[in-house]
């Protein structure tokens, strides 16, 4: 699959946020990656569905990547899926059940995605690759913006790349934390297909251009995997 990056929204400028994520999709952004965060399983508190359905009032089309950092998560999934997000993804110790939260993004016309935070293992995979659609794996702590990129996670991202390529499902393989342009590349390399990105490209002067250095260093590291 072509590799997508996804602009966080976390470190845009929310007095003005429907034109911060009408210039990243201008500049060649791929996918809106909406945080969302509880102060209860993270330590922070941002937003909610009625954000995300005003960007789709405010006419933003391109696929929109929810990636939901609150627990219980099965009572918010409906409201993010009428609000109009494409992708839902959510931690697995924030549930109780999960397997039935996956059927429940589903259920609801939504992609269902599966994240790991630096510590937690991958044998929820086992269970449940074959009924993911996304596998986000956490490169920096989650709970807030502006993290150093954890090196652990690229010995992450090669063997849930295996799993991917063994399944022979088109499984999206997203990375979140500390990508940069200098570091995409060696992201790429490890089996990345698609990557979070938000200080690096909103703390940006050029969104464009930033965005077309990473996609090309992304691009050269995939074609040489």
């Not at 956490?138 to 990129?149: R, T, Y």
Request: include cysteine; hydrophobic fraction near 45%; glycine fraction near 8%.
């Amino acid at each position: 699959m072509a590799p997508w990056i996804a602009p966080s929204i976390l470190s845009a400028d929310f007095a003005r946020l429907g034109d911060e994520v009408n210039a990243v999709i201008a500049a060649g952004a791929d996918v809106v990656h909406f945080d969302v965060m509880d102060n209860h399983y993270v330590p922070n508190l941002t937003i909610g569905p009625l954000v995300c359905e005003a960007l789709r009032k405010h006419g933003v089309t391109a696929p929109i990547d929810v990636h939901l950092m609150v627990k219980p998560v099965d009572r918010i999934i409906p409201d993010f899926a009428s609000a109009g997000a494409t992708y839902i993804s959510f931690h697995p110790e924030a549930t109780e059940h999960v397997d039935r939260t996956i059927e429940l993004i589903r259920e609801h016309g939504c992609k269902p995605g599966l994240v790991f935070n630096p510590a937690t293992p991958l044998d929820w995979l086992d269970h449940t690759l074959h009924k993911l659609d996304l596998v986000l794996i956490m490169s920096v702590n989650p709970g807030f913006g502006g993290q150093k990129f954890i090196p652990g996670a690229l010995d992450k991202l090669r063997t849930v790349r295996r799993l991917i390529d063994a399944s022979g499902r088109p499984i999206r393989l997203e990375v979140d934390g500390g990508v940069k342009v200098d570091n995409i590349a060696e992201i790429a390399r490890a089996g990345a297909d698609m990557f979070v990105a938000g200080s690096a490209i909103f703390g940006a002067t050029d969104y464009r251009a930033t965005i077309d250095a990473m996609r090309a260093a992304m691009r050269a590291a995939i074609g040489a995997r």
